[in-house]
């Protein structure tokens, strides 16, 4: 049994113990250790090691409070999931790195190591694909990276895409003219821009023609030269489409294309593009592959448990289709060994 003394502000206690003690609660639960605190004084007592990481997560979201103001469930989960990974300081780490701010002030910045590597090969290469479940921040720090770099001059114009696939009704039988059924897939899109750029900003840029939402349809023909593209929802185009869009890079753009392979919305048995350009462009040293994974979700912690547990499932489905697929196998030797041993005799 090992103990080890501590002291927390009492004006920073509730960011870093949580709402009736919820925070504390967590690192208890996951690490095994008892937490008591007298004023500012916080014993943390129990196996050495575990002792050890929770006091580096405490350390931690006390640095967080006292440089942000703020801690979150979020930065709670992920400090007690960093200290079990033997990465101490990664919670504070990541509060320095600023992306951009939205129209009401708020700072939008990487929230996992996964994102901070996202967003940092985004800043070195000309092409990068974000993969990941949802809730990652693949689509919103890409969005956030574009009207930052639009905003100091760095490209032109901003160009959002998304294939329309129906997931489950047709466009054709939903009301309106095209504009009309099309934007119901462009409007997480839209949600985004309002957020970081503001309404009255982003129509007067929709107005001069400088940002631009549109159908992935609508990019054949054409070359995009000194732009911010993203491509988003990638796993539901088609290795023709994903080709297409790829080929219409010009002179000094840059592209992000994300996706998460476990939603595909294409026909039974299509194949996805995005599955495809990820084998095909794998050796490619100019284009960064990044893949997020349940840790680097920021949503509300139930989806991280919730794409945690699809994870588990779907690993286990396919270990259990592959049993069956050599169970079958299996089956049909023995068989033809008999066949085998009867004709001979």
Known sequence: ????????????????????DEYAKKIERA????????????????????????????????????????????????????????????????DKDIVCRTIAGKPIKPKTLGQQHYVNEIKDKMIVFGIGPAGTGKTYLAMAMAINAFKNNEVGRIILTRPAIEAGEKLGFLP????????????????ALFQIMGPESFNANMEKGLIEVAP????????LDNAYIILDEAQNTTPAQMKM????????????????????????DAVSGLDVALKVLAGVDEIGIVKLDNRDV????????????YETYEEKEELRKKRIANGAV???????DRRRRNYDN
Do not use: C, W
């Open 176 to 191: 309106g003219d095209l504009q009309s059924k099309v934007d119901p897939y462009l409007r997480p899109l839209y949600d």
């Open 216 to 223: 992935l349809a609508y990019m054949r023909g054409r070359t």
């Open 245 to 268: 869009f790829l080929t219409r890079i010009g002179f000094g753009s840059k592209v992000i294309v994300t996706g998460d392979q476990t939603q595909k919305d294409l026909p039974k």
């Open 31 to 94: 690490l095994k250790v008892s937490i008591i605190t007298r004023g500012s004084e916080v014993h943390v007592s129990g196996d050495e090691h575990s002792v050890s990481m929770a006091v580096g997560v405490l350390e931690s979201l006390l640095k967080l409070s006292q440089s942000n103001g703020v801690v979150t469930e979020q930065n709670a989960d992920y400090a007690i999931a960093m200290a079990m990974e033997e990465r101490r300081n990664a919670v504070v780490e990541l």
């Open 1 to 20: 049994m090992s103990e080890q003394l501590i002291s927390i502000p009492a004006e920073h206690s509730v960011n870093v113990f949580g709402r009736f």
């Open 298 to 309: 920021v949503r509300h912690p139930l989806v991280q448990k919730i794409v945690k547990a």
């Open 330 to 336: 299996y089956n049909k030797n023995k068989k033809d």
